[in-house]
């Protein structure tokens, strides 16, 4: 088991990508602690799954703070919480703009900063960002600019935390309950549209997204770098 005797932190890991790298990583031996905003939704998560729960609102300093004061020690973290939205360039004032950052790139920053006092520095920090970090589109035009920077917020963590480890994660479409609120017609056509778009002719699953955060944590070869789990997607042209 690779991770046995590591703590691992899904910030977000109530469900979705969370939850997926939460049940990797307890396969392989981890303690594990998944969080939401409310813990009755972290507690049934940490129920199904076996593991324990924490509350934490990531745009919130204080939470955050608060979370990172009760943890002993943190082996590596994944987040995958963060609230982005898309908007064009040309709908979005200059005092709605920063709602895209804010929602991603600091409150990821937010959780990084206040982990360091119980970080292991033989630990690593894993990040989530999507598609729209590498295409620049008119209709996310936000969500670029947030993703990009958050991709250059883990380069500027590795340099500046080493030894500790910080990568990203960047997948594509992922096969998940997030589409659930769409009918089945809709639901069925969004995904055969996706799936039309990779190279495997599969979907990502968050059990994907679990495999490679475990291996990144459990690789120590690897640091600042950003890997596409996207079924070869972000090799074809945007469409």
């Known amino acids: 088991?690779?991770?046995?005797?590591?703590?691992?932190?899904?910030?977000?890991?109530?469900?979705?990508?969370?939850?997926?790298?939460?049940?990797?990583?307890?396969a392989e031996g981890a303690e594990v602690i998944v969080t939401s905003r409310t813990l009755e939704k972290a507690q049934k998560t940490a129920q199904e799954l076996g593991c324990h729960a924490e509350a934490i609102d990531v745009a919130d300093d204080e939470s955050v703070q608060q979370l990172f004061a009760r943890l002993d020690k943190v082996t590596h973290m994944m987040i995958t919480a963060g609230a982005i939205g898309r908007s064009a360039f040309d709908d979005t004032p200059p005092d709605q703009a920063p709602v895209f950052m804010d929602g991603k790139l600091w409150a990821t920053h937010r959780c990084i900063w206040y982990s360091r006092s119980v970080m292991d520095q033989q630990g690593s920090i894993t990040l989530i960002t999507g598609g729209y970090?590498?295409?620049?589109?008119?209709?996310?035009?936000?969500?670029?600019?947030?993703?990009?920077?958050?991709?250059a917020l883990?380069?500027?963590?590795?340099?500046?935390?080493?030894?500790?480890?910080?990568?990203?994660?960047?997948?594509g479409f992922v096969d998940s309950a997030l589409w659930d609120y769409l009918d089945d017609g809709d639901r069925t056509a969004l995904k055969n549209e996706e799936r039309e778009q990779t190279l495997t002719g599969e979907l990502v699953s968050p059990q994907d997204i679990g495999d490679v955060a475990v291996a990144l944590m459990t690789t120590r070869a690897v640091t600042g770098a950003v890997i596409p789990v996207d079924g070869g997607r972000h090799l074809k042209p945007i469409s």
Not at 139 to 151: L, P
């Open 1 to 26: 088991m690779r991770l046995k005797g590591s703590t691992v932190l899904c910030v977000g890991g109530s469900s979705g990508m969370g939850r997926g790298v939460a049940e990797v990583a307890l």
């Open 133 to 151: 970090a590498q295409w620049a589109t008119p209709d996310a035009a936000h969500v670029h600019v947030a993703f990009a920077a958050t991709e």
């Open 154 to 171: 883990a380069r500027t963590v590795a340099v500046s935390l080493a030894p500790i480890r910080c990568n990203v994660i960047r997948p």
